[in-house]
């Protein structure tokens, strides 16, 4: 493999045929899309190595260098593979590691059954599953809670409330909301200011590009002030809706559940699956996403090549 990798950040110009490079092979993760790309780029100093039908994905945290499953045709997995692998070799000096794998990649390549790599499913980093109808119409004793906080919502706030689809021209209001929003996940000492603070400039900047990438957003305002919203793509090869960011103010009981079905509702009408990302380990998290009755998980690997 005597290929050169040339990587760098990621451009909103190029993210239109990013998505269609990730949508060449079936995975069902939140990584099958391209926005988390885009909002966490600066977090991971994400790096790309672009091909017309392929792409690699370099990142770094505190552990030190890691990539994305090499994003291309099933077919093409084990050459992008062993190209990644020599590019932590001989330019890295570091043995590969991916982190968020998707089990169908691990198959095509036979990893599990290969002596030379450790495999670890990442647990609190799984994907949630939902039917996309029941998210809809929240139909059947399972989701009377849910409906209940729904019409407690609509009658506290009849004539007050109102949903919309929002564009570059409301970015004061997701600049408002993010404000305050930092504010109250400081005090509770939940994130880290830096993380807090690239995930808004992420959001404003996808948002600022609303004509390079494709994504929807969402938010519920009540007396004119957004209080709640949530940012989600497509993955049209799974008919799949991916949840990327879901933020309300708390204060309001219902303000989650009202956001979570009036988007679905108003944007992806057509999705079968919805894809709510992962509890990262956060025990409220978990339960609340377990409330919503998942079908399955789309579950993650790590993926560490051994030292020799």
């Excluded at 794998?101 to 499913?121: H, Q, R, T, V, Y």
């Excluded at 799984?126 to 809670?145: C, F, H, I, P």
Aim: charged share 35%; aromatic share 12%.
């Amino acid at each position: 493999m005597d290929k050169k990798l040339d990587f760098h950040k990621p451009s909103f110009e190029e993210a239109a045929k990013l998505s269609t490079i990730y949508a060449l092979r079936d995975n069902k993760t939140c990584d099958s899309t391209v926005l988390d790309t885009y909002i966490w780029k600066d977090l991971y100093n994400t790096r790309i190595y672009m091909e017309d039908e392929a792409a690699i994905i370099l990142m770094k945290d505190e552990k030190g260098y890691f990539a994305a499953m090499p994003y291309c045709r099933e077919e093409e997995l084990p050459k992008y593979f062993e190209l990644l692998k020599s590019y932590f070799k001989n330019e890295l000096n570091s043995p590969l590691r991916i982190d968020l794998a998707d089990e169908d990649a691990l198959k095509a390549l036979g990893l599990c059954d290969n002596p030379e790599f450790a495999i670890e499913e990442e647990f609190d980093l799984k994907d949630y599953l939902y039917d996309a109808d029941e998210l809809r119409s929240l139909a059947g004793k399972k989701y009377q809670k849910k409906r209940n906080l729904i019409n407690k919502f609509m009658k506290e706030y009849e004539g007050r409330w109102e949903y919309k689809t929002l564009c570059c021209c409301d970015e004061y209001f997701l600049e408002e909301f993010m404000k305050t929003w930092i504010e109250k996940r400081l005090a509770e000492g939940v994130e880290s200011k830096e993380t807090l603070l690239l995930e808004k400039d992420g959001i404003i900047e996808i948002l600022r590009n609303c004509d390079k990438v494709t994504y929807r957003i969402g938010g519920i305002f009540i007396d004119d002030n957004l209080e709640a919203f949530t940012i989600g793509s497509y993955n049209s090869r799974e008919q799949m809706a991916v949840i990327s960011i879901e933020k309300g103010n708390s204060e309001i009981p219902g303000i989650y559940q009202v956001i979570n079905q009036q988007f679905l509702l108003n944007s992806y009408e057509d999705a079968k699956v919805v894809n709510r990302e992962d509890d990262m380990g956060i025990e409220g998290l978990r339960q609340a996403k377990e409330s919503y009755n998942p079908i399955g998980y789309a579950r993650k690997y790590r993926v560490c090549e051994k030292a020799a």
